[in-house]
C-alpha cells in the first residue's frame, strides 16, 4: 500500500460544479496535512492547510479524518482557472524526522 | 512567495558527467530538501537537511549527493550522471518541522 494515495482523474468537470478528492495515508504518527496546487511544469503551491476541525478558504473546504486516515478537498462552482493537479502532502509522522510524503496527485480540468 | 530560486533552470549532460544543481533561499528555512519528480511517481525525496552540514537520505538517494555550508544553499550533486536520473528537480524549504514548504521553479534535466 502507498503511504499516500490519490485518485489519479482526470476529474472533467463543468465550469460551476462542485468536486471532491480524496486522498488516504497510512501513518497514523502523521500530524500535517496539506493541498498543494501544481499547474503543468510549475512548482506545486499551498493550496491549503488540512486542521482537525475543518477549513474553509473561500471556495475551498478541507476536512481532516484522522479515525479512517484520509483527508479530503471540496471545490464549489468549479473556475476554468481551477483546471490543474491536486496534490495531498503528509509529514512523515516519525518523531525525529521532517520528511513530508506526497501522493501522486489528481488532474481537474474544469470544461468551459 | 518564498524567496526561493534553483539553478541551472534547464540543462542537457551527457552520461558519466558530474551534474551539480543549487538552491538558495532568502528565508532563513532550517529545513531544506530536493525532490525528483517523474510521470507516475509524484515527487520523491531524495536527501533533505535539517541544519547546516546536517543531512539525511531519502528514499531515492543513490546515486546523488547533498551538501549545506551556509542557511541559504542546498546542493544537489549527481556524481555521475545516469539517463535514469533525467528528471525534473525541486527544492523546498522551510522553517520548521511539519510546516507549510515552498518550492522552487524546478530544474529540468536531461541525460544523455
Known amino acids: 500500500r502507498k503511504e499516500v494515495e490519490q485518485d489519479p482523474g482526470p476529474f472533467n468537470v463543468p465550469e460551476g460544479a462542485t468536486v471532491a478528492f480524496n486522498c488516504t495515508y497510512s501513518n497514523s504518527a502523521s500530524q500535517s496535512f496539506f493541498w498543494y496546487r501544481q499547474d503543468c511544469r510549475k512548482e506545486p503551491k499551498l493550496l491549503m492547510s488540512v486542521y482537525s476541525s475543518g477549513n474553509e478558504d473561500g471556495r475551498f473546504t478541507a476536512q481532516l479524518n484522522r479515525a479512517s486516515q484520509y483527508i479530503s478537498l471540496l471545490i464549489r462552482d468549479s473556475k476554468l482557472s481551477d483546471s490543474a493537479t491536486y496534490l495531498c502532502?503528509?509529514?512523515?509522522?516519525?518523531?525525529?524526522?521532517?520528511?513530508?510524503?506526497f501522493g501522486t496527485g489528481t488532474r481537474l480540468k474544469v470544461l468551459a | 512567495d518564498a524567496g526561493i530560486t534553483q539553478s541551472p533552470r534547464h540543462k542537457v549532460t551527457e552520461t558519466g558527467t558530474p551534474v551539480t544543481l543549487r538552491c538558495h533561499q532568502t528565508e532563513n528555512h532550517r529545513y531544506m530538501y530536493w525532490y525528483r519528480q517523474d510521470p507516475g511517481h509524484g515527487l520523491r525525496l531524495i536527501h533533505y537537511s535539517y541544519g547546516v552540514k546536517d543531512t539525511d537520505k531519502g528514499e531515492v538517494s543513490d546515486g546523488y549527493s547533498v551538501s549545506r555550508s551556509k542557511t541559504e544553499d542546498f546542493l544537489l550533486t549527481l556524481e555521475s550522471a545516469t539517463s535514469s536520473q533525467t528528471s525534473v528537480y525541486f527544492c523546498?524549504?522551510?522553517?520548521?518541522?511539519?510546516?507549510?514548504?515552498?518550492f522552487g521553479p524546478g530544474t529540468r534535466l536531461l541525460v544523455l
Open positions: 502532502v503528509v509529514n512523515d509522522g516519525t518523531s525525529g524526522t521532517y520528511k513530508y510524503i
Open positions: 523546498a524549504s522551510n522553517l520548521g518541522g511539519g510546516e507549510t514548504q515552498y
